[in-house]
Nanobody, 126 residues
Framework: QVQLVESGGGSVQTGGSLRLSCVVSGVTLGRVFMAWFRQAPGQEREGVAA????????KYADSVEGRFTISQDNAENTVYLEMNNLKPAGTAMYYCASRCSAGTWVWNKGSHYNVWGQGTQVTVSS
């Protein structure tokens, strides 16, 4: 059974940084696609970044390109989201998601992921 546990959220001021972690159990990272999504109150869930199985390719939302970095540590079976130059628009609950199945994969489509973590809150104040 695949389980995802996020941590690292918190409150920062505009321009600050945070690093989110997602510990993966029940499957090795080389066999899954991983992504970070976020959802602010009253807004739709948004794909933030994704990393392909093996960790060699990444995808980013235009809104975070150049400021956020997704990475994975295969030895620790953990996926990270390094967030720099945070803006108030980044205030949201951040979720880690994994896709274990084959087939067409649209990286920022939530329905294409099988397992979700419980989320970690990020609050950016101006």
């Amino acid at each position: 059974q695949v389980q995802l546990v996020e941590s690292g959220g918190g409150s920062v001021q505009t321009g600050g940084s945070l690093r989110l972690s997602c510990v993966v159990s029940g499957v090795t990272l080389g066999r899954v696609f991983m992504a970070w999504f976020r959802q602010a109150p009253g807004q739709e869930r948004e794909g933030v970044a994704a990393i392909l199985a093996g960790g060699f390719h990444t995808k980013y939302a235009d809104s975070v390109e150049g400021r956020f970095t997704i990475s994975q540590d295969n030895a620790e079976n953990t996926v990270y989201l390094e967030m720099n130059n945070l803006k108030p628009a980044g205030t949201a609950m951040y979720y880690c998601a994994s896709r274990c199945s084959a087939g067409t994969w649209v990286w920022n489509k939530g329905s294409h992921y099988n397992v979700w973590g419980q989320g970690t809150q990020v609050t950016v104040s101006s």
